[in-house]
Nanobody, 125 residues
Framework: QVQLVESGGGLVQAGGSLRLSCAASGRTFSSYAMGWFRQAPGKEREFVSAISRSGGSTVYADSVKGRFTISRDNAKNTVLLQMNSLKPEDTAVYYC??????????????????WGQGTQVTVSS
């Protein structure tokens, strides 16, 4: 089992940057593909980005491509989401999630087995 704890959220002006971090417990972190999702008020949770077990492959939602970068450090059991050029529409609770399945690039929530509690990101205009 994996426990995930997000941090790094906060309030930022449009055009600014934030870096989210997700710390994972356990000794098998490198056996999980990792993903970031977000949920804005009144909306369903949506896929943001995913990264393969080695960190060598990544995928992004079209809405964040070119602005967000996902990375991981398996030695430190962490996954990061660097968010640049933030927009008010990026305001949401951001969640990291772990996927133990065979396909690392899944965008569906059901493909992820463990979830963090989330961290709030608010972008002011």
């Amino acid at each position: 089992q994996v426990q995930l704890v997000e941090s790094g959220g906060g309030l930022v002006q449009a055009g600014g940057s934030l870096r989210l971090s997700c710390a994972a417990s356990g000794r098998t972190f490198s056996s999980y593909a990792m993903g970031w999702f977000r949920q804005a008020p009144g909306k369903e949770r949506e896929f943001v980005s995913a990264i393969s077990r080695s960190g060598g492959s990544t995928v992004y939602a079209d809405s964040v491509k070119g602005r967000f970068t996902i990375s991981r450090d398996n030695a430190k059991n962490t996954v990061l989401l660097q968010m640049n050029s933030l927009k008010p529409e990026d305001t949401a609770v951001y969640y990291c999630a772990a996927n133990k399945g065979s396909s690392w690039s899944r965008r569906e929530q059901i493909s992820y087995d463990y979830w963090g509690q989330g961290t709030q990101v608010t972008v002011s205009s």
